[in-house]
């Protein structure tokens, strides 16, 4: 009887220990498949061509393979649409935590949780349709798919990731803090943007960081209102992303060709990028749970 | 006292408190807008033909009833897979990790998986599981991919409302002499109940809004299948046919017509997942 017990315990024991370590396992497929197949192309045509090269042109011969430009505009873009996003988001998470009534605060919660629901063609479509056509004429210029439209449609994207996290970590600031400041003679809105917002930082940054991520992430929305032309990044051109560069070539890449092994190493230096950005957010986040 | 605050002190005060309401006006009015203009240019055009055929080259017309059904299926496939899997590495976690290091490494690879963007798991999908064990372009494949994209919600979800199990409801089965597997099965997994529930509605949103890592692992298919054929052929879901149908066919009507579908999806996942946790919460309370 009591060896029967202990069988049983030991293979749920066990049975549970793989279900734990499956996300470890997960981990490291992923790292270890876009390792695989993204260094044979780096390696073949060289490092310095790989990443310093200007021109991307896998169907002329001789073929070329510079991905410069889409490091540059995946840079870029992510800037542009964080620059944007964050004091926005910013400026809206300090309404929500401090000043907005329960209601008001309940609805505004709401809307930005739909913004964050929306799926990311439907943000593309609406690019497409709306922004697209009104930045050609606003900028007259030939074509609205461009940087611009990009980054306008990123900037949305990050805001619901940038609020949140922001929201989350001012409404950690202890109270005494900003009661300190008021009884010394500051006004309520000069405590929440001196005393509140610093005194949140860690978490201010660690929403930024998430927005850096879902920004330089995103591939779909982008793909539909960036024009998709393998440009050296300016505002106003088409131009192609990192992880548009994977989608919009990948099935029609022939399988086992350099071109197609080319797109695998892309997507490994998308891959590096956002696990660097994984780490800045975790130190953040680390830092902010020291802090509380 | 109160009318010392200075000119500019109170000039800045009004252009933060100014800054502030436009900000948070913004953000409300461009989920306002997007809805609205989604809704009105499809609405209108949603037919009982379209949304109950499949599209046809001879008739020349469009049907997206095989892209409601694909995503109807690999929805469940994902679910059926990923949620004891989930709650599953939850329960590891929170009752039998003891090694700080490994709990350590399962909660940084949660971390990580959640932070990959879905192009990058399109990608390893397509090499993973449509090449490498042979799926071929196939909802399944798709299913799986979503599996691996999904787990860290289920996980973080089971996690949160096992925290809340009473540790004297634990201690008091320990005493009376039962073994660890039947405090999990009758005590502690009763309590992931909610952490589930919560973490599906999360899943089948994103499952509903994903595109990037469907587009190389489930594929464009639009024929009509049942449940076993479906999950054995490509096909598109609703998000992918959206993509086909505006980027490469310029058939932006019926564009509209899955958009406002997946907005009123959208709409009815969020009203979910507030109900939900509101009544946990409620319960819990009691």
Not at chain 1, 245 to 254: H, I, K, L, R
Not at chain 2, 151 to 180: C, D, H, N, W
Not at chain 2, 226 to 252: H, M, N, P, R
Request: charged share 15%; net charge positive; with cysteine.
């Amino acid at each position: 009887m009591k060896n029967k017990s202990r069988i049983i315990e030991n293979t749920v024991y066990g049975i549970f220990l793989i279900l734990g370590l499956i996300t470890v396992a997960f981990v490291l497929l992923i790292s270890i498949y876009l390792i695989i197949s993204g260094i044979p192309a780096i390696k073949e045509i060289g490092f310095t061509d790989f990443f310093f090269g200007k021109n991307w042109a896998p169907t002329k011969t001789p073929q070329e393979f510079g991905i410069l430009p889409f490091i540059l505009t995946s840079i870029y873009g992510t800037a542009g649409a964080v620059l944007i996003g964050t004091p926005i988001g910013i400026f809206t998470a300090v309404y929500l935590s401090k000043m907005a009534n329960r209601r008001i605060k309940s609805l505004v919660s709401t809307a930005v949780s739909l913004l964050a629901g929306i799926p990311s063609v439907v943000y593309g479509l609406v690019g497409m349709l709306v922004l697209v056509p009104l930045v050609r004429v606003a900028f007259n210029i030939p074509d609205g798919a461009s940087l611009l439209s990009a980054i306008i449609v990123l900037s949305v994207m990050v805001l619901p990731s940038i609020i949140n996290v922001s929201l989350t970590s001012l409404e950690a600031v202890p109270k005494e803090y900003e009661e300190g400041s008021l009884a010394l003679g500051a006004k309520p809105v000069e405590t929440y943007f001196r005393i509140s917002l610093p005194a949140a930082k860690s978490g201010i940054a660690a929403a930024v960081a998430l927005g850096v991520g879902r920004a330089i992430g995103e591939a779909m929305a982008v793909i539909m209102v960036s024009g998709n032309v393998a440009n050296m990044p300016s505002l106003f051109q088409s131009v192609r992303f990192l992880t548009t560069a994977v989608s919009s070539e990948m099935a029609y890449a022939a399988g086992g060709s350099l071109h197609r092994q080319a797109l695998f190493s892309i997507a490994l230096v998308l891959f590096i990028f956002i696990m660097i950005i994984n780490a800045v957010l975790n130190f953040f986040l680390k830092k902010r749970k020291g802090e509380n | 006292m109160l009318g010392k605050v200075s000119k500019k002190r109170r000039f800045n005060i009004a252009v933060l408190k100014a800054l502030m309401y436009l900000s948070a006006a913004v953000t409300c009015a461009l989920v306002v807008f997007i809805i609205v203009y989604v809704l009105a240019k499809g609405v209108p055009n949603i037919t009982w033909e379209l949304i109950s055929t499949k599209p046809s080259y001879l008739q020349n017309k469009i049907g997206i009833l095989p892209d409601i059904l694909n995503t109807v299926y690999i929805i469940f496939a994902a679910l059926v897979i990923v949620l004891p899997l989930g709650a599953g590495a939850a329960v590891y976690l929170t009752e039998y990790a003891k090694n700080p290091k490994v709990v350590r490494a399962i909660e940084f690879a949660a971390e990580t998986l959640s932070g990959i963007p879905s192009i990058i798991y399109g990608l390893v999908g397509m090499l993973f599981f449509c090449q490498f064990l042979g799926f071929g372009t196939s909802l399944m494949a798709g299913a799986l991919t979503l599996v691996i994209m999904n787990l860290p919600t289920i996980m973080r979800t089971t996690q949160e409302s096992l925290k809340t199990v009473p540790k004297g409801y634990k201690e008091g089965a320990f005493g009376l002499g039962a073994g660890k597997w039947r405090v999990i099965r009758t005590i502690v997994l009763p309590e992931c109940v909610d952490g589930i529930v919560t973490g599906c509605i999360l899943s089948v949103g994103r499952i509903v809004g994903e595109s990037a890592a469907l587009l190389f692992t489930a594929g464009f298919g639009h024929a009509l299948n049942g449940i076993f054929e479906g999950l054995s052929s490509s096909g598109a879901t609703l998000t992918v046919a959206l993509y086909v149908y505006a980027k490469e066919q310029g058939e932006f009507e019926v564009a509209f017509v899955i958009a406002a579908i997946l907005i009123v999806l959208t709409l009815i996942i969020n009203i979910s997942a507030s109900l939900a946790g509101k009544y946990f919460k409620s319960r819990r309370n009691k």
